[in-house]
């Protein structure tokens, strides 16, 4: 698969987003979704994006983190050059989503992810939604301190808008790597975030990179040139939109969800499928 850089490191262009193994209303088995991130291993994956929070309520805060970690333990030897990027900051108040981005609660959610993932250090460490009851210098000094500490190799920043990541890229300097935000076909809020990125040489991870695709495959009426792309190519929609992805900038690092081994295996397969000038030009569209 084609290798992209993150951090110090180089993984899969294309990586596993583990959400939907967690938090959909009808999940997978626990042995399915074992074989989903068997799957993207199987392709070539190397970088699989998860998170405390990913989980149906507060009772079982941390599924997603478990399940991942218990994947990669029973994919054996091979699992060895993956690079889990995990996320803090999102609480649960039974099935409610909640903030907390002060330093204290990072730290703790940082050890709890430390514990759950089995490692002495998370990889990329990622910093899940402003908190608006915590000044953002606040929140980026404690992951700071997590990276001083040797708790954290490197960090990212999500949901975050272009004066937001200056700051972060001020407290973090090297240590801050990436950015995911909200990026798709149907949701292109975050063009300037991506531009601003590839100026600073940070990975940019577009959270549900689907945005706009219906069930039925195709996307909506929004960007109908990707159905039209992909009939042309005879390959999904869901391969074309990843492709396109890519072909924004080469710190581009789409995480597609997945909750079926076929699903990833499509996905992984975009890496390898280029999009000419003219297509590209009318998906910009």
């Known amino acids: 698969m084609q290798q992209r850089r993150l951090g110090d490191r180089t993984v ?8 939907p193994l967690s938090t959909r209303e ?4 626990p042995a399915e979704a074992e074989a989903v991130v068997h799957a993207a291993l199987d ?6 994006d998860t998170a405390d929070a990913y989980a149906a309520d507060e009772s079982e805060f941390g599924h997603n983190e478990e399940l991942v970690a218990r994947a990669l333990r029973s994919y054996g030897g091979g699992a060895g050059d993956v690079l889990v990027a995990t996320k803090g900051g999102h609480t649960r108040q039974g099935s409610d989503w909640g903030l907390d981005g002060s330093p204290a609660y990072l730290r703790r959610a940082c050890e709890g992810s430390l514990r759950r993932l089995g490692v002495d250090a998370i990889g990329l460490y990622q910093f899940h939604r402003p908190d608006p009851a915590t000044p953002w210098e606040e929140s980026m000094a404690g992951l700071r301190a997590l990276v001083d500490d040797g708790l954290v190799r490197m960090v990212g920043v999500s949901n975050a808008d272009v004066a937001q990541i200056d700051v972060a890229r001020s407290v973090l300097g090297d240590a801050l790597v990436a950015v995911q935000n909200q990026f798709s076909p149907a949701y292109r809020s975050s063009a300037g975030e991506l531009a601003h990125c590839a100026a600073t040489g940070l990975a940019f991870l577009p959270w549900s990179p689907f945005g706009g695709v219906s069930a039925a495959g195709s996307l909506d009426t929004t960007a109908p040139a990707f159905a039209e792309v ?3 190519l005879g390959v999904s929609v869901y391969r074309v939109t990843l492709a396109w992805h890519l072909a924004q900038a080469d710190v581009v690092l789409p995480i597609p969800g997945a909750s079926r081994p076929s699903s990833i295996t499509d996905s992984a397969a ?11 030009a009318r998906l910009a569209g």
């Open 270 to 280: 975009a890496a390898d499928l280029e999009l000419t000038p003219e297509q590209l």
């Open 230 to 232: 992909a009939e042309e």
């Open 26 to 29: 009808q999940r997978p088995s």
């Open 12 to 19: 899969s262009a294309i990586g596993l987003g583990a959400m």
């Open 43 to 48: 392709a070539g994956v190397t970088l699989v």
